[in-house]
């Protein structure tokens, strides 16, 4: 059974998120406070943390990035769960290393779906990534370490935004709508949240430099990639 652990200071969504996990097959652990639940990560180390954004002792901004510096949770995929929904907050929490968001109010279906995709897509890529390298422009990915280099810089990028840009640069020269993406990257079979992609592919831009305009927006549409 895949642990999740939830960082989460409202006792009844956490309890309710839980109880709706536990439903699913998956065993479930809340923690009510930041330096807590990074504690609590360390010692028990989940498949998957459920963080909020406002926490008392310790902001999930905070403890995402400690468990993104920390060996033994470095690698947990987190769901950041928060009442802030403006795209800047969805920024600050992929930065941080989030690999998904989900802004209250929502249905426990909802969350079920995402902690299903979250999962399946870091089980598929543990089981898919080749030992070569993929060369784009001045953007290297070295399949095997997970690790991409852009005008011979390594980039810190968190899984997510590495699948992406190796989905891209795989199928370069290919149009992908957002919702394709949303499928291939996010393992969601139906229409999420587009706006997810946008932020990632403003990300993914910005860390990868200049040779990130490689990365070009079909209007109306979605992305590619092209020398």
């Known amino acids: 059974m895949k642990k999740v652990l939830i960082i989460e200071d409202e006792k009844d969504l956490a309890e309710l998120l839980a109880f709706n996990l536990e439903?699913?097959?998956?065993?479930?652990?809340?923690?009510?406070?930041?330096?807590?639940?990074?504690?609590?990560?360390?010692v028990d180390i989940p498949d998957l943390i459920l963080l909020?954004?406002?926490?008392?002792?310790l902001l999930g901004t905070e403890v995402c990035k400690a468990?993104?510096?920390?060996?033994?949770?470095?690698?947990?995929?987190?769901?950041?769960i928060t009442a802030k929904g403006d795209e800047i907050d969805r920024?600050?929490?992929f930065e941080v290393g989030a690999d998904d968001y989900i802004v209250k109010p929502f249905s426990m279906r909802e969350v079920a779906l995402r902690v299903k995709a979250v999962t399946r897509r870091f089980e598929h890529e543990g089981q898919t990534m080749a030992p070569d390298l993929f060369t784009i422009g001045e953007i290297v990915i070295d399949k095997q370490r997970h690790t991409v280099t852009s005008a011979d810089i390594e980039i810190d990028l968190t899984s997510t935004e590495f699948k992406l840009l190796l989905y891209l640069a795989e199928k370069k020269g290919c149009v992908h709508s957002r919702e394709k993406l949303l499928q291939n990257v996010w393992s969601y079979n139906n229409a999420g949240d587009t706006r997810t992609v946008d932020t990632?592919?403003?990300?993914?831009?910005?860390?990868?430099?200049?040779?990130?305009?490689?990365?070009?927006?079909?209007?109306?549409f979605g992305y590619k990639i092209e020398e």
Not at 24 to 33: E, L, N, P, R
Not at 67 to 80: G, S, Y
């Open 67 to 80: 468990l993104r510096k920390d060996q033994r949770t470095a690698h947990i995929p987190i769901i950041m």
């Open 200 to 220: 990632h592919v403003t990300r993914l831009r910005g860390k990868l430099g200049v040779p990130g305009d490689i990365i070009k927006t079909v209007r109306g």
């Open 23 to 42: 439903k699913d097959g998956y065993t479930a652990t809340c923690v009510h406070d930041g330096k807590q639940g990074l504690a609590q990560a360390a």
């Open 91 to 93: 920024v600050v929490g």
């Open 52 to 57: 909020d954004l406002m926490l008392p002792g």
